[in-house]
């Protein structure tokens, strides 16, 4: 099971961090990864994290703004969204991959959170 949170309406320039808590999973080695989806447009990824988080890729489009980290004692990972920006704006699902620990991508994901919904807008 994977639960977002954080999501809401941040001006542009703004700040928001999202966590994905997850929980159920009996195989260790998994990575997790951040897509967001904008009304009229596909799914992307945004940012995944390996088992170990020492291995972590970005979108081009979110690179230096976004930080993805993942706490390994509870489990959860978070994505902080720094300098937010109108094309920001999309719902957030946070998805985990099983059969991979090393963030190879961002296909694959078996199991995927609900989503969170960010909003940029003045």
């Known amino acids: 099971q994977l639960v977002e949170s954080g999501g809401g309406l941040v001006q542009p320039g703004g700040s928001l961090r999202l966590s994905c808590q997850v929980s159920?999973?009996?195989?260790?080695?998994?990575?997790i990864a951040w897509f967001r989806q904008a009304p009229g447009k596909k799914r992307e990824g945004v940012s995944c994290?390996?088992?170990?988080?020492?291995?972590?890729s970005y979108a081009d489009s979110v690179k230096g703004r976004f930080t993805i980290s993942r706490d390994k004692s509870n489990g959860a990972v978070s994505l902080q969204m720094n300098s937010l920006k109108p094309e920001d704006t999309a719902v957030y699902f946070c998805?985990?991959?099983?059969?991979?620990?090393?963030?190879?991508?961002?296909?694959?994901?078996?199991?995927w959170g609900q989503g969170t919904q960010v909003t940029v807008s003045s």
């Open positions: 159920g999973f009996t195989v260790r080695y998994w990575s």
């Open positions: 994290i390996s088992e170990s988080g020492g291995y972590t």
């Open positions: 998805a985990a991959n099983v059969d991979d620990y090393s963030c190879s991508g961002f296909t694959g994901y078996q199991y």
